[in-house]
């Protein structure tokens, strides 16, 4: 199975900051790659796909980079609704693997 | 509107059985592939298992292979997760989510409890 290490494990940062989510995956997935916000007692949302392609209706200050290994997701202007956690998941093959989280603290 | 619905979660003693079903509407079901994703209380996501658009692949992760059993009914829009030999590590929220690749919507989730 594709090992998948996501860095930090928790961030605190303020209203307008930009932050960065890193994903290592422990072999390359081109850019077979998503990224999902999921809010306290809510359910996982979809952000990023492809890596990099924005999700309809997700606000633009999520960004996705990335191919091969590693891959990042950057939030550009922090807002209060973002405090969330963070997981990567990978759909390059079975079994698919997500990342441990990170949460978000505003 | 794209819903799913899950349903079937509970309470129930090691070594027991639990089926969980996930109610599709809003789209052409048969199209997509479907899936269930697990959380513990306070821990990550964990993929579980997918299911292709016809039921004729079927994936299973290691954890809940022999154990789990996924179907789906598309006459139904219906997804099914049949749960049998639960242990204690199996108590979660168990999400629905559409999508082969990018699981695009995900149901509110169904909490099941292994204890005794």
């Known amino acids: 199975a594709i090992q998948m290490t996501q860095s930090p494990s928790s961030l605190s940062a303020s209203v307008g900051d930009r932050v960065t989510i890193t994903c290592r995956t422990s072999?390359?997935?081109?850019?077979?790659l998503g990224w999902y916000q999921q809010r306290p007692g809510k359910a996982p949302e979809l952000l990023i796909y492809?890596?990099?392609s924005l999700e309809s209706g997700v606000p633009s200050r999520f960004s996705g980079s990335g191919s091969g290994t590693d891959f990042a997701l950057t939030i550009s202007r922090l807002q209060p609704e973002d405090s969330a956690t963070y997981f990567c998941l990978q759909h390059y093959n079975y079994p698919r693997t997500f990342g441990q989280g990170t949460k978000v603290e505003i | 509107e794209v819903q799913l619905v899950e349903s079937g979660g509970g309470l129930v003693k090691p070594g027991g059985s639990l089926r969980l079903s996930c109610a599709a509407s809003g789209f052409t079901f048969v199209s997509y592939n479907m899936n269930w994703v697990r959380q513990a209380p306070g821990k990550g996501l964990e993929w579980l298992s997918s299911?292709?658009?016809?039921?004729?692949?079927?994936y299973y992760a290691d954890s809940v292979k022999g154990r789990f059993t996924l179907s789906r009914d598309n006459a139904k829009d219906s997804l099914y997760l049949q749960m049998n030999s639960l242990r204690a590590e199996d108590t979660a929220v168990y999400y629905c989510?559409?999508?082969?690749?990018?699981?695009?919507?995900w149901g509110q989730g169904t909490l099941v409890t292994v204890s005794s």
């Open positions: 299911i292709s658009g016809s039921g004729s692949y079927i």
């Open positions: 072999q390359g997935i081109t850019n077979d």
């Open positions: 989510a559409r999508g082969e690749n990018y699981f695009d919507y």
């Open positions: 492809a890596a990099s």
